[in-house]
Each structure stands twice: as C-alpha cells, then as structure tokens.
C-alpha cells in the first residue's frame, strides 16, 4: 500500500499549521510556500480535512485556515481517513468484500488483517502535537506570521 500525496500533503499542511500559525489562521500562500505544495492542489486536501472537521477557514484579511481541534486531539490516522477513506493494506480486508476467491480460507489474510490493525494503532497514536515536538527537536525555526505582529 502506498499512501496518496493527498494524505502526505495534509499531513505536512496541518502540521505547518499547527507549528506555525498554532489556533490562529494560516494563509494557504505561506503554507504553500514553506511546504512547496500547490496552492490549487491544497484548496482540494483541505476541503477534504473540513468535511472531516480537522480544519476550519475564515474569509477575509485576517482570515485563513485554522485547526478545528488543539494538535494534540488530531491524530494521523485521522488525517489519513479524511484523505484516502479507510486505511486497509489489501484487498481482502476488511473480509467480506467479495475481492478475494479464497475468503475465509486464506492463510495469509489474518497477517494482512494483523499488519492493518498495527499500522491503525500506530497512526492513531501518533497526534500532531507529537510531530510539532519533533520538528522543535530538530530546530525547525518557527516563521510568525506578520499579520499578527504589532509594534509599538
């Protein structure tokens, strides 16, 4: 199996979110920027991400794309659902879908259904805040976004 840009793509997206504008709005032009990643390719990911409710968005000068959850509520088996639908490794799972001749008699599908279920709990245990406290670990410096900066 291999994942879509799409969900690679959100992926990076709501972290830049997350690590660079936090609950405040991002632009979909700075995202674009700092992820290199179409703006026109990320208005389609993150109409996907609002109907799953991981993101909001504000029109106007001080609008954008906010997280709908704090980062740490958000994990990347969510992100993956709202992308790529339900995460399943091959065919035959989940079982009863009339894709496989050896239904129910396969030995190798409960591995499948095993490899599935350990990719689901590993997903769903990692959040965004978690990638966040990678990126600080790794020195990624933080861009603020001038729109929220006052000098006095």
């Known amino acids: 199996m291999k994942l879509s840009t799409k969900s690679r793509y959100g992926l990076r997206a709501l972290f830049d979110i997350a690590y660079h504008a936090g609950m405040l709005p991002g632009q979909i032009k700075d995202i674009s920027r700092r992820q ?5 390719y990320l208005e ?8 799953a409710g991981l993101l909001k968005s504000k029109r106007g000068p001080q609008g954008g794309y906010r997280l709908a959850k704090k980062p740490e509520e958000i994990t990347l088996l969510a992100i993956v659902r709202a992308t790529e639908g339900q995460l399943s490794l091959v065919e035959c799972d989940p079982p009863g879908k009339d894709a496989c ?7 190798t599908q409960e591995v499948w259904r095993e490899a599935s279920k350990r990719l689901t709990d590993y997903l769903e245990s990692v959040t965004l805040q978690d990638i966040c406290s990678r990126a600080k670990v790794l020195g ?3 861009e603020l976004d001038h729109r929220f ?3 006095i």
């Open 140 to 142: 990624l410096e933080q």
């Open 44 to 51: 389609q990911i993150f109409q996907e991400l609002k109907r």
């Open 101 to 107: 001749d050896f239904d129910s008699q396969c030995v």
């Open 149 to 151: 900066m006052y000098f």
């Open 36 to 40: 290199k990643i179409s703006p026109r």
